[in-house]
């Protein structure tokens, strides 16, 4: 290992890092006044806040550590992950976001409940909490802590998460969705600025772009890779990475709760877009430092350490000091935002059902109870994601069981009528229990190094889809439909189409978002042409 030289300055700069966020906790605190207010942000948000809380909130430590990690094992292929986010994106704003807004819900699974009733929102809200508990907020702890482990390795995992923990959930608890999101705006700007100094730094001592290609194979540097592949077979980038993306983007309260407090549907598109553009410098300032890590630390003991590494053997006085800022930055955006929306689902879709005549004051009273119990487990799960090999195949495999039949659901009732509440029961119930048949067997495989007999897991994702949409259109179609239901906010149809075309045609091209829709499927082609 390395001397951690961390200075004065780099100190006063993290403490400025720390005031501002308290500051802006408190700041919010005193204008949260209504349900709207914490829990929407007023439904105010405009573009710019709305994609960047996005990428703060998806790239955080757990992008950081997780992808500089693949980077070092597996090279660009991870960058799939990414440019398979933007293109479901752009289908969350063309076809989602829109009718999300029509219904004004608080919560994803409020939306599930009109289209499917009560027993798919429980579901759907059930899982996306243990998710955003087990998997974001949790990761996003582990992640962070190594990091500050290596600043300061006299301090176990264990105290270094619970410290994380209470930090996060206090800014969060006071001021709500409002502080996350402009608290993750600066947040992003931080990210950005400190990843692409890493990068700079570490491209330039390793000699440029030549040099990364005479030192590494060029399977590293190939982003889609053969079926054969051990790690990320193509085909499995139109199943598991396809299917992981839509529920990450399109239905996740974690990620959607920012596009639900935009101040209008323009706005909310191009928030969405925006963050999908954001998305695409993952490959550069989050993968490649990864990759040239391996030139720099050949023999590193632990990829998740390749990252962590880069920071402080690179910068100097200062620019450590930023970066770190940065780095605790991104950390705080994958917690805080997690712990608001596992907080939002638990009070409007249990609490506010049992207790809808609840008034404002006691339903923030409960929001925040939640922040903290939420917290709490989190912190106590975090440091078992070190048992896993793979930190990142830990995340994508979980979310891989679990997304497929949720996926189903919002696929075929936004666009069929026909595909009735007691079909989506019925693929409920068989998604559950092929999950938990799959999570069960990797686990024991994890703890006992069994053989794995199960194909890759993008794969697995990509049958329990197929068999969960099949028993969702069969059971539908041998029952009766729904009635009673107001289809035009729930439905896409080809006249919705046509009225926001007519809708459009004032704007100007660089205003329209489907135009910035096709920009960005040109630049996920030239991506995948040159790489």
């Known amino acids: 290992m390395f001397d951690v030289a961390i200075t004065g300055f780099d100190y006063a700069i993290i403490g400025v890092y720390f005031i501002f966020i308290i500051w802006l906790g408190l700041y919010f605190k005193n204008r949260s006044k209504t349900q709207d207010d914490y829990f929407l942000a007023g439904r105010s948000l405009t573009w710019p806040i709305i994609g960047f809380s996005l990428f703060a909130s998806n790239m955080g430590s757990i992008s950081l550590i997780g992808l500089a990690e693949s980077g070092y094992r597996t090279g660009f292929a991870v960058f799939s992950y990414e440019w398979m986010a933007t293109i479901v994106l752009i289908l969350f704003a063309v076809f989602f976001l829109p009718y999300y807004l ?4 608080y ?11 009560s027993f798919a929102r429980y579901y759907f809200s059930g899982v996306t909490i243990t998710l955003n508990v087990f998997i974001d907020i949790a990761s996003g702890l582990f992640a962070g802590a190594i990091v500050v482990k290596m600043a300061f390795p006299e301090l176990s995992l264990t105290t270094i998460i619970w410290g994380i923990s209470l930090f996060a959930a206090f800014y969060t608890l006071l001021g709500g969705l409002a502080s996350v999101v402009y608290s993750d705006t600066v947040q992003a700007v931080l990210l950005l600025i400190s990843s692409i100094v890493v990068t700079v730094l570490a491209f330039n001592l390793v000699g440029g772009w030549e040099e990364i290609k005479a030192s590494v194979s060029s399977e590293h540097l190939t ?8 790690d990320l ?3 499995g980038l139109f199943s598991g990475v396809f299917l992981l993306g839509f529920y990450f983007w399109v239905t996740n309260q974690f990620i959607a709760q920012r596009a639900l407090a935009a101040k209008d549907t323009r706005q909310g598109q191009w928030g969405a877009l925006f963050a999908g553009l954001l998305k695409l ?10 990759v040239i890590a391996i030139i720099l630390f050949p023999d590193l003991d632990d990829p998740k350490n390749a990252y962590p590494t880069l920071i402080f053997t690179l910068l100097p006085a200062g620019l450590l000091g930023l970066t770190l800022a940065g780095f605790i930055a991104a950390l705080m955006s994958s917690v805080d935002s997690g712990l608001n929306a596992a907080s939002t689902l ?3 879709d249990f609490y506010k059902k049992f207790r809808p005549e609840a008034s404002t004051e006691q339903t923030m009273k409960v929001a925040k109870i939640a922040i903290g119990v939420l917290m709490v487990v989190a912190a106590l799960w975090a440091p078992q994601i070190n048992k896993f090999d793979s930190f990142w195949d830990y995340l994508q495999m979980v979310l891989s069981f679990i997304c497929p039949p949720i996926v189903a659901l ?7 009528k026909r595909i009735n509440t007691k079909g989506a029961n019925a693929s409920i119930i068989t998604g559950v229990t092929l999950s938990i048949i799959s999570i069960s067997y990797k686990i024991y495989v994890s703890f ?4 794995d007999i199960l194909p890759h897991y993008l794969f697995l994702a990509g049958y329990i889809f197929l068999i969960c949409s099949a028993i969702l259109v069969v059971v539908s179609l041998l029952t009766a439909p729904d009635t009673n239901k107001d289809w035009d906010s729930l439905i896409w149809t080809t006249s919705y189409f046509k009225e926001e075309t007519a809708s459009l045609k004032d704007l100007p091209f660089y205003a329209n978002y489907r135009y910035q829709s096709v920009v960005l499927l040109v630049l996920v082609a030239i991506l995948l042409i040159i790489f």
Not at 224 to 230: I, K, N, Q, T, Y
Not at 281 to 290: C, D, E, H, K, N
Not at 410 to 416: D, T
């Open 346 to 348: 638990f009070t409007f």
């Open 102 to 105: 029509k219904n004004k819900v």
């Open 233 to 235: 077979p193509w085909p």
């Open 107 to 117: 919560t994803i699974p409020e939306f599930l409940e009109r289209r499917f009733g």
């Open 223 to 230: 982003i889609v890779r053969p079926a054969s592949d051990p």
């Open 448 to 451: 006992t190094g069994a053989e």
């Open 410 to 416: 919002f696929i075929f009732g936004l666009f069929s």
């Open 281 to 290: 410098s993952a490959l550069f300032i989050m993968i490649l430092p990864g």
